[in-house]
């Protein structure tokens, strides 16, 4: 199982860059540079897509090497993902705050 929640890990922050990186395709149905607080953020919201996938990566990487440092990195990664959610918030990373919310508490159950 251990495994399987390192590469999960690894995979929602590879999700990230996949999101973030690429220039906005004028079809996309909203623009992913672009919060609704602050208007456009894109230098900011691909830095923090950076910043959460490497995280979120070594958080993986450390729980599939069973690292103690594991729990406050993946917090860590999660707080910095949901960060990113929130400043370009749209309707549809409701499901993305869920999942952060769930590594979050997961995550806290492990180390009590």
């Known amino acids: 199982m251990r495994w399987i929640a390192g590469l999960f890990l690894i995979a929602h922050g590879l999700v ?10 004028e079809k996309a149905p909203f623009d992913v540079g672009r919060s609704p607080f602050a208007g456009e953020v894109r230098r900011l919201a691909v830095a923090l ?12 990487l450390g729980l599939l ?3 103690p440092w594991w ?3 993946t917090v860590a990664g999660a707080g910095i993902s949901a960060a990113l959610l929130v400043l370009t918030f749209n309707p549809w ?18 180390s009590g």
């Open 93 to 110: 990373w409701l499901i993305g705050l869920g999942i952060n919310a769930a590594i979050i508490v997961l995550a806290v159950q492990q």
């Open 65 to 67: 090497v069973a690292a």
């Open 49 to 60: 897509a950076i910043a959460a996938a490497a995280v979120l990566g070594l958080a993986g």
């Open 71 to 73: 729990i406050p990195v």
């Open 16 to 25: 990230h860059l996949a999101i973030w990186l690429p220039r906005p395709d």
